[in-house]
């Protein structure tokens, strides 16, 4: 597992488990594909920091504030200076 102190701009293959304390309203953005999406940030946190990490359609229905989620073979970017954790098409996320 990694911390989420630890975590940097570029980063790939994370494992973290974290606690949900926090999650935005839901948007719709618009795909380079012409397609659309809804996109959700919660903002996670365990016993080294906290981070927000940016949820994708059917994932924003799994998380709730509170719930343990684990992340595996994450990776982090970093968008308008604020470093952020992906699940991606290669990751997973779990609730507990």
Request: no cysteine; net charge negative.
């Amino acid at each position: 597992m990694t911390e989420i102190s630890d975590l940097r701009d570029g980063m790939r293959k994370i494992d973290v488990e974290a606690v949900v304390s926090e999650i935005s309203e839901t948007r719709e953005v618009n795909l380079r594909t012409g397609e659309t999406a809804r996109v959700a940030e919660a903002t996670i946190s365990n016993q080294s920091g906290e981070i927000k990490l940016s949820l994708w359609n059917d994932d924003i229905e799994k998380v709730t504030r509170g719930s343990t989620v684990r992340v595996s073979n994450g990776y982090t970017n970093s968008f308008r200076g604020e470093v952020k954790l992906n699940v991606g098409k290669y990751g997973k996320l779990e609730v507990a």
